[in-house]
């Protein structure tokens, strides 16, 4: 999404309403973009568009093991049949885990040809589950999620997500290695685990941080407690901190909407030569350091 942004408007945090571009106050712009919130408050934004299709075809395909899975994953970012790959891994009854791909593409005019697009996939096919959706229902189809989080209470329990990045070259190995020890009830029955691709080359923000590798996956544990007792919630956020210590040391980065804390000492680490582009920002822009200290970068 940062990457989409042509234009920000941001009151600083001297005061000051700034207007920023690549080519007009070119330091604010990269700072604010995936900033934390460090440097200025966005009042406004002008973003790239594109016109949006009237539907969307899904499919919902399954796998036998993350290492399948992943193989289509390659395949599928690489070739870019599809506007949306996304993985998911969730439990099953019985304590072990499955394997699944949400594949979308976009359309306004004919139907797509469905064999085309799936050729050469090393899915389960006959759990395929293709449909065609309005764009709208797509985008609002989290909604009877939240209808069921609400209904039943467990919208106002703490969620301690973890939202990392993880290479290529590790990506197996890692999600291999925390699926074998994370017990599915720590996700709570509505959670799941995200494993999804992206190009490395497109993300262009220098605060976000990645991976070198060409191909990155979201590696993310989505928690929903069925409970808001705060002792458990202190020890997912201490589980979150674990397994991105061992995300971090396989090469891995944060996507700091992750619940659990870190230190000044750590935000260097994960800025790394970017810090230095954010230290003098926060300098030049919001000396009194007031804004969102709770991340506890300075």
């Given at each position: 999404m940062s990457d989409h942004v042509l234009e920000l408007q941001v009151v600083t945090g001297r005061g000051e309403e700034v207007t920023c571009s690549p080519d007009r106050h070119p330091s604010l712009f990269d700072a604010v973009r995936a900033g934390l919130g460090q440097v200025?408050?966005?009042t406004r934004a002008t973003l790239r568009l594109v016109p949006a299709p009237t539907r969307v075809r899904q499919f919902l395909l399954s796998y036998p093991d993350l290492a399948t899975m992943l193989g289509d994953q390659r395949l599928l970012v690489h070739e870019q049949?599809?506007?949306g790959v996304q993985g998911a891994v969730l439990a099953t009854p019985t304590g072990g885990w499955t394997f699944r791909l949400d594949l979308t593409t976009q359309r306004t005019g004919?139907?797509?040809?469905?064999?085309a697009l799936l050729a050469g996939l090393s899915d389960d096919r006959p759990k395929a589950q293709p449909s065609t959706l309005p764009y709208l229902d797509y985008l609002t189809r989290f909604t009877a999620l939240e209808q069921v989080l609400r209904s039943n209470g467990q919208w106002w329990f703490p969620h301690p997500w973890l939202a990392t990045f993880v290479g290529d070259a590790a990506v197996e190995s890692v999600v291999g290695g925390e699926l074998a020890d994370l017990p599915p009830a720590d996700l709570g029955p509505l959670g799941q685990v995200v494993l999804s691709p992206i190009l490395r080359e497109p993300v262009r923000s220098p605060l976000l941080r990645l991976p070198p590798d060409p191909v990155c996956y979201t590696f993310n544990l989505?928690?929903?407690p069925a409970t808001d007792?705060?002792?458990e919630a202190r020890r997912l956020v201490m589980a979150n901190r674990a397994a991105y210590e061992r995300v971090r040391d396989a090469g891995g980065t944060l996507y700091p909407v992750s619940a659990f804390p870190m230190s000044p000492a750590d935000w260097r680490r994960h800025f790394g030569a970017a810090f230095d582009q954010l230290s003098h920002a926060k300098h030049e822009y919001a000396?009194?350091?007031v804004l969102t200290p709770g991340y506890e970068v300075f």
């Open positions: 200025g408050i966005i049949r599809f506007e004919d139907p797509p040809d469905d064999a989505f928690r929903l007792e705060a002792g000396p009194g350091h």
